[in-house]
């Protein structure tokens, strides 16, 4: 009796440097004889169909053009992608398939989704995205609208170039990196900042596919990017570059904080993590930054806030994170926020977040006390005051 055959090797690249990204892809099937690559193109959206072609080392072997089932480009590749890697992986023909994103789209949402695909199937052995270190800054600092760029991945899309680079830069374990002679210290100052626990390895290298194909842990990834419990990065400074890491363990005033928005989004390059508003004190509140424009979201209870009998049902990761924050009053409530960039005056800064925290007049006044603070944030938030 034949054995089954194992699972179709996926690895995912994205990247918003068209150019660089297609050499990655171009690297891994030259690296993988008989390997594929599946991109859908969504520059050439027409009558409703995206193009869809499937190609080896040497040249496009196949072409479809999906019907998209709703005006968001990416909800058509979302609903194409699985179904044509199943189709693949059929016969065991291919020992590898890398799915090639298009340039503002997030690896993430894809990666997971390949990921709970049958596991006789697929099996997702690598995410990565592709960084020209010349085009580090300049991406991270363009707040204009993907939509601008010809970027938009449907019309509702509001993205930013910065964000959306941020969180491709972010997400993965491998980066495949690339630049014009020899990189500028402090970009790769940069780079190991925001994402220190990343893997990089040179475009165009043969340890690209041996990396690569190492396998990927997606649940793993989606711990890192908990609200509760991310993986932030660390206080450092070299070559010119700064990140700033702020923890403390007192609510923030409303008022204050809303006024130096402005100024404290505009601080740093990059800046992300968590806070705690006095005025909403069972509000876990996230804090995202990226080319001037920031987002505030409310990302569910603090676990302090919840009864002990939903903490179970809570990842280990947020609980073990919170025991070991946890403060005897306040529980895992706190402030944790870094700012990232060239030129970063810590100093001041540091000033800066600390004078928007309660006084200690304010503080004594209690929870009781607190929810009376200014509603600064209610409009923001679209939470009810």
Do not use: K, N
């Not at 300049?138 to 930013?160: I, K, M, N, V």
């Not at 806070?275 to 930054?289: E, G, H, S, V």
């Not at 001041?348 to 928007?356: K, V």
């Amino acid at each position: 009796m034949a054995e089954d055959p194992s699972p179709l090797p996926v690895v995912v690249v994205a990247g918003l440097h068209r150019e660089a990204r297609r050499r990655a892809v171009e690297s891994l099937l030259r690296a993988v004889p008989g390997a594929v690559a599946v991109h859908h193109d969504l520059d050439a959206i027409e009558d409703g169909r995206v193009p869809r072609t499937l190609r080896d080392a040497d040249g496009v072997r196949e072409r479809g053009r999906p019907r998209m089932t709703a005006p968001c480009a990416c909800c058509a590749v979302r609903d194409d992608l699985v179904p044509t890697l199943l189709s693949l992986a059929v016969g065991g023909s291919y020992p590898l398939v890398v799915v090639e994103l298009w340039d503002s789209v997030e690896p993430r949402a894809l990666a997971e989704l390949i990921a709970a695909a049958p596991a006789e199937a697929l099996r997702l052995t690598g995410v990565v995205t592709v960084v020209d270190v010349d085009s580090l800054v300049p991406y991270l600092t363009c707040g204009e609208d993907l939509a601008e760029q010809g970027l938009a991945l449907a019309p509702t899309d509001r993205r930013t170039v910065a964000d959306t680079f941020a969180r491709q830069l972010e997400y993965p374990p491998l980066l495949a990196v690339t630049c014009l002679g020899d990189p500028d210290p402090a970009d790769v100052a940069l780079l190991d900042q925001l994402h220190a626990t990343a893997r990089r390895v040179p475009l165009g290298s043969p340890e690209l596919a041996r990396a690569a194909l190492a396998g990927v842990d997606v649940d793993a990834a989606a711990t890192r990017h908990h609200p509760a419990c991310a993986l932030l990065p660390q206080e450092a400074d070299g070559h010119g570059v700064a990140t700033l890491v702020w923890r403390r363990a007192r609510p923030l005033h409303p008022g204050r904080l809303y006024a130096a928005l402005e100024d404290l989004t505009c601080a740093a390059v990059r800046s992300r993590g968590r806070l705690w508003l006095a005025d909403r004190p069972d509000a876990l509140l996230t804090w995202d930054a990226t080319g001037g424009a920031l987002c505030i979201e409310h990302a569910g209870p603090w676990l302090a806030a919840l009864p002990g009998a939903a903490w179970e049902l809570e990842p280990a990761a947020r609980r073990v994170a919170a025991a070991l924050d946890w403060h005897p009053q306040h529980g895992d409530r706190g402030q944790h926020l870094t700012f990232t960039g060239p030129g970063l005056d810590r100093t001041t800064l540091r000033r800066m977040l600390d004078s928007c925290l309660l006084t200690d007049a304010e503080y004594a006044a209690g929870p009781d006390g607190w929810r009376a603070l200014s509603t600064a944030f209610d409009a923001l938030l679209g939470i009810p005051a």
